[in-house]
């Protein structure tokens, strides 16, 4: 497999104006890419951090069985109105995905709420909690601890991830290799895909991180 992708920065759906400021979507080429890669029709294809549903939505378009779990309700809501099988969404918190019954997965695509190194709250907690850097890997990595016990044997996750680039005030933060790293303790990692990407929205993701490409993550359920 190609180890760099080129994709239009495409988001096609459309959203309700309320997440507008906060879209932090995923573009659907990159989800398509990546499940017609390594799924078939009638797959279950999961994201524990499902946000506005992209990866949900299109797998469900490409006729996999979407599965997601989203800590917040407004955006559970709305995918959960977006999706057929309705129920395949949870509202909750991935730190305690080991509790919800979740089916055995064929393939997992997320793109993890990310943490810049100076921080001091916690992401996975809606920054509802006090937590360092270091709390945050070491929760991720305990999130896909207790995935691998869901995943089929030989099941791909794909975990998107950039780098953020330092700023005036705040250092940069390595966060696709500090990601790679911490959840190589719980998968095993194969290699990273970097996508680019070309067309409209480019100059936009490369304002918000400094880049204009992102690291997809490869690990192998062991
Ligand atoms: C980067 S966004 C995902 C975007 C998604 N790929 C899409 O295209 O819409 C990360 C999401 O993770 C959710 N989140 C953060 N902490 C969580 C947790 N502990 N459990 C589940 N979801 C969580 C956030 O609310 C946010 O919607």
Redesign the pocket.
Known sequence: MQTYIVLPYEKHRQIPDEFHDDD???PESLVEFFISQFTQPGDIVF?????????LLVAEEMSRVPFG????EQ?YEYVRSQLTMKDNIIL????NLDKFNLPRIDFVF?????MRCDETEN????FREPGTYQDYLDQLQDIFRKLRGSLKPGAKVIVEAFNLGATSKRPMTLLAWDVARALSGALKFEKEIIACWEGTGRTDTQHIYGYNHSYCLMFDSK
């Open positions: 932090n979507r995923t994201d524990p951090f499902a946000g506005l549903g992209t990866t779990i989203e800590a917040d955006r909750g918190d991935s730190r997320t793109s993890p709420i990310f992401p996975l907690s809606g």
